[in-house]
């Protein structure tokens, strides 16, 4: 029986309110790397940021394990290098990325099986017109050539 029963996985920072508490605009970097230890990730698009991920995971009997927490401290700084602002995400607030697996779901259109063969086929016919001159000129491309 003790086979069947769930297992729970825990990745990533452990947050400790107490330490969450003490992260206060103004302060700088280095002062919440020894708060907080390094970050996870961060960025630099839209303005600096650093990002503290904890994800939970459920796993029962031989099933694919499922997330069912995750937890995104984000520590945003201004041009001085200096806390802005910290705020904290969930489940809720986003789509489930799978970190394991380094798969990030595309925001644009996605493409049936037939949409695929006809796009291949279509960049394949326009590399061939390319390479041999395409009604262009000669091979180069340039009229006369």
């Known amino acids: 029986m ?5 297992q729970i996985d ?6 400790i309110d107490v330490d ?3 992260i206060q605009p103004g302060m700088s970097k280095e002062q919440v ?21 904890s ?11 499922r997330e069912i927490d995750r937890q995104v401290v984000a520590v945003y700084f201004d041009g001085t290098e200096s806390v ?11 789509i489930v990325v799978d970190y394991y697996k380094g798969e990030t779901p595309a925001r ?3 493409l049936t099986l037939i949409e695929q063969i006809f796009g291949n086929i279509s960049n394949r016919k326009m590399f061939k017109d390319q390479q041999q001159g395409g009604g262009r000129g000669g091979p180069s491309g340039i009229p006369g050539i």
Do not use: E, N, W
């Open 2 to 6: 003790a086979g069947c029963g769930a």
């Open 55 to 65: 994800t939970t995971t459920k796993t029962v009997a031989f099933l694919k394990p």
């Open 33 to 53: 790397k020894t708060v907080l230890g390094s970050p996870d990730t961060t960025s630099t698009i839209g303005g600096d940021a650093y990002y503290y991920i």
């Open 10 to 15: 825990r990745h990533g920072h452990v947050f």
């Open 84 to 94: 802005r602002k910290v705020a904290h995400y969930g489940m809720k607030d986003g």
């Open 20 to 22: 969450l508490d003490q």
């Open 108 to 110: 644009g259109k996605d």
